[in-house]
């Protein structure tokens, strides 16, 4: 069983274009990540969302809009792509609800973004 | 401003080594040290993690060694193997950010047979 899975594996785009990326985790835990993995393998913080509620919001531009239908996905839709967003995108998932998070974290295969 | 530095950028291990990776954070708020090791094409995967209150932790041929007056913690492998062979990262989190991993910028291990 596939504890935190993501869609797609690839996704090969045009600048300007509107993408999305799903992840899904199984594990019954209440917060998950977006995370950022660039060309030189530089992992960082995106987003954190704790029972579908925003609690983590890096320094990111705004056309990047994570959204969770429930605590078990979380989605990142990414607006007007530009050559700078090619990376792989990293979902992660994390037990605990708002006041006792764990600290183990357990990351998705990666989405391989890459924008011409 | 990275918070968390690591190195080697790279290293280079004969089979039955010792591979050795360090790291030093800038934060005393961080109170979770974890080791993550990466395959190509895969997830980061936790390794091995230690919290400030212990100095040295063991799991198998993987070891942490912490020193919290310094703000330094290092991973140790021991009799290292070809499989592996990957790329670690070696982290930092606190409650106050909600645990998102701040991450150094990984090394790449590999292990001559």
């Known amino acids: 069983d596939t504890a935190v899975s993501q869609t797609p594996k690839y996704l090969v785009t045009q600048m300007g274009n509107d993408k999305s990326i799903k992840c899904e985790q199984n594990l019954g835990h209440d917060t998950m990540y977006w995370y950022k993995q660039d060309s030189k393998k530089f992992l960082k913080i995106m987003f954190s969302y704790n029972n579908k509620e925003l609690i983590i919001n890096e320094t990111v531009p705004n056309r990047f809009s994570p959204k969770s239908p429930d605590k078990a996905h979380l989605n990142l839709h990414i607006n007007s792509l530009e050559l700078g967003d090619s990376a792989v995108y990293f979902c992660?998932?994390?037990?605990?609800?708002?006041?006792?998070?764990?600290?183990?974290?357990?990351f998705g295969p990666g989405t391989r973004l890459l924008v011409l | 401003q990275q918070q968390v530095k690591q190195s080697p950028q790279s290293l280079i291990v004969q089979k039955g080594g010792i591979s050795i990776i360090n790291c030093a954070y800038e934060n005393t708020a961080f109170d979770y040290f974890p080791w993550y090791q990466q395959f190509p094409g895969k997830g980061p995967a936790l390794l091995i993690a230690i919290r400030p209150d212990v100095s040295e932790k063991k799991e198998g041929r993987f070891t942490i060694s912490f020193n919290k007056s310094a703000k330094q913690f290092s991973l140790h492998i021991m009799d290292s193997q070809p499989g592996d062979s990957a790329t670690y990262f070696c982290?930092?989190?606190?409650?106050?950010?909600?645990?998102?991993?701040?991450f150094g910028s990984g090394t790449r291990l590999q292990v001559q047979p």
């Open positions: 982290a930092a989190s606190m409650d106050t950010g909600r645990r998102a991993l701040t």
């Open positions: 992660a998932s994390t037990k605990g609800g708002q006041l006792n998070l764990q600290e183990t974290q357990y």
